[in-house]
């Protein structure tokens, strides 16, 4: 399984970045993949995550409203759609996948990192007050 992360930069406050994660190695329809981020000096927050199988989706308080995840399946691909961003949301993106828990996203502990089996490489946003 590899995970690709691609999208980041610089950005202003109140503008946007999407993301991208181009997933591949999957033997399995069922898994999720799942967004997390890493500010300077903080652990990996977990702040959404989408179901391959049915396009369910889940995310964190902090990003709820502001944030969108989607799936393109033919593409491999799940897309993180960040709008109104703010200066604390400056992080190392990256993605991860958990091919093991069924109904992760059903679980309000769906945001920890040891749920999550494989990672990108991570991708740096910026955004600039």
């Known amino acids: 399984v590899q995970l690709v992360e691609s999208g980041g930069g610089l950005v202003q406050t109140g503008g946007s970045v999407r993301l991208s994660c181009v997933a591949s190695?999957?033997?399995?329809?069922?898994?999720?993949i799942g967004w997390f981020r890493q500010a300077p000096g903080k652990g990996r927050e977990g702040i959404s995550c989408i179901s391959h199988r049915d396009g369910s989706t889940v995310y964190s308080d902090s990003v709820k409203g502001r944030f969108t995840v989607s799936s393109d399946n033919a593409k491999n691909t799940v897309y993180l759609q960040m709008n109104s961003l703010k200066p604390e949301d400056t992080a190392v993106y990256y993605c991860?996948?958990?091919?093991?828990?069924?109904?992760?996203?059903?679980?309000?502990?769906?945001?920890?990192?040891?749920?999550?089996?494989?990672w990108g490489q991570g991708t740096q946003v910026t955004v600039s007050s």
């Open positions: 991860a996948a958990d091919l093991t828990v069924m109904g992760l996203l059903s679980q309000s502990t769906w945001h920890e990192t040891h749920w999550y089996d494989y």
């Open positions: 190695g999957f033997s399995t329809d069922d898994y999720v």
